[in-house]
């Protein structure tokens, strides 16, 4: 801490005293200071414990749950056909399918008028999709096709059509296209005419200027494996179980769908590293600030304990090394890939079970202890609150050690300040002594 501080008075160094005098007596507030950056590496790295944690957790979470390992893989023979996606409840199978008709949308076109600005008269203008009604009052504010199209495009009780303007060479006519597929989505239309309105969706004969079906409504209709399948969509559901077949154009195509074993190896392996990462990592701040943290060696017995107690399947215990997982004298693991893909091809279940079952898996417990560790009451958070505790304490004594200091210097530098101009009489008064005694002698 320097001081300015001139010492003109006996031409002493006021500010190299008063500055060494300081020093010694902030000591205790840099012992306190140097606690204090102890206690942020100590918080510092239970965040990291915290966030070492919380990946961990998130890589085994699909391993937790029978449905993390339903993992397929899909194949169609002809995807100009169709298409097709699983889910977690698909099977193995194959299936052959047989496209002959695709859903289609209802479309109506309105009476030629002029253009889009001729008047089509007033009434009640009414239309019905799958048992929704719009009743659209047809007056002066929207009674051309300009306005019919934005008053039902705006409406919030729209049953689901589109209205767009198509200008043709016999005039405009206004078009009404269902927005979703299948007979179910027909489009109705009701008219009470009060002047005229009853044209706007009279029906013709064709080349009469009058309103036209341009487009029916209809279902797609398929076989799979030779029973019939109606669908209102493109996108068939429900129709086999787990999957859903995208419909692209009328025609056959075979299906097949069998477990991606790969995904599931890369899931384990995945499992793996992120075991013997956190492992590394919480050993490795044991030789940092936390060494001698109880909570620390805790957490790391029981991610440990957990990997030393095997899954009950079936009343029999089953460990990891039935999958190819093994454990080094140092407590890391290691994939022997060609043991779990034998494993997989032996028994799918067993290996699934093995992680996932809902008491024993090793990827429930691993989860659930991870979860515990990061829950507000668990080893983690309470280590960040005891250690921001005794900071905030920390703090308090420091900003009463700074208080104290500033006291100290000010009246350090007032005593000084007192004896400098003491020491400055003194000075002149013994030139001024001096003086007369050599006048005297002379």
């Known amino acids: 801490m320097a001081i300015g501080f001139s010492g003109i008075g006996a031409g002493a160094d006021w500010n190299s005293i008063i500055n060494q005098l300081l020093q ?108 929704e009604t719009l009743d659209l009052t047809v007056d002066a504010s929207n009674n051309t096709l300009a306005g019919l199209r934005d008053a039902i495009n705006n409406a919030t009780d729209n049953p689901g059509v589109a209205a767009t303007i198509l200008n043709e060479t016999g005039g405009s006519r206004l078009i009404l296209t269902s ?11 009701g008219v009470t005419d009060v002047s005229g309105l009853s044209r706007l969706f009279q029906i013709g004969a064709g080349d009469d200027g009058l309103a036209e079906q341009v487009a029916v409504a209809a279902d797609g209709l398929l076989t799979v494996d030779g029973f019939d399948i109606v669908s209102a969509s493109n996108s068939v559901t429900g129709a086999i179980s787990g999957v859903t077949l995208q419909l692209a154009s009328i025609g056959s195509a075979a299906i097949d769908i069998e477990r991606d074993n790969a995904q599931v190896e890369e899931k384990i392996s995945q499992f793996v590293d992120a075991y013997n990462t956190l492992l590394d990592e919480l050993k490795g701040l044991e030789t940092s600030s936390l060494g001698r943290d109880s909570g620390l060696r805790q957490m790391v017995q029981g991610f440990v304990g957990i990997l030393n107690q095997p899954t009950t399947i079936d009343g029999i215990g089953v460990h990891l090394f039935e999958a190819g997982i093994t454990r080094d004298r140092f407590g890391r693991i290691s994939l022997d890939p060609a043991d779990l893909a034998d494993a997989l091809a032996n028994d799918f279940q067993k290996v699934s079970q093995l992680f996932s079952d809902d008491a024993t898996g090793y990827a429930t417990r691993f989860y659930d202890y991870a979860d515990q560790l990061l829950e507000l009451d668990g080893i983690i958070a309470s280590r960040e609150e005891g250690l921001g505790s005794r900071k905030r304490t920390l703090q308090n004594q420091i900003d009463r050690q700074e208080i104290h200091l500033e006291i100290v210097e000010k009246s350090l530098i007032d005593q000084f300040m007192a004896l400098d101009k003491t020491m400055a009489a003194l000075q002149s008064t013994s030139n001024y002594l001096t003086g007369q005694l050599s006048s005297l002698l002379s």
């Not at 927005?179 to 239309?189: F, L, P, R, S």
């Open 24 to 131: 010694i007596e902030s000591r205790p507030l840099e012992n306190l200071r140097s606690r204090e950056k102890e206690l942020d590496r100590q918080i510092s790295e239970f965040g990291r414990v915290k966030s070492l944690v919380d990946t961990f957790r998130s890589a085994i979470e699909d391993l937790r749950s029978d449905t993390g390992f339903a993992l397929f893989k899909q194949t169609s023979s002809d995807e100009s056909v169709l298409t097709v996606e699983t889910d977690s409840s698909a099977v193995a199978s194959s299936y052959d399918i047989v496209v002959t008709q695709l859903p289609s949308r209802a479309k109506l076109a309105s009476s030629a008028y002029t253009d889009s600005s001729t008047a089509v008269g007033t009434g009640t203008l009414s239309i019905t999709v799958n048992g």
């Open 179 to 189: 927005k979703e597929t299948g007979a179910v989505n027909a489009i109705e239309i």
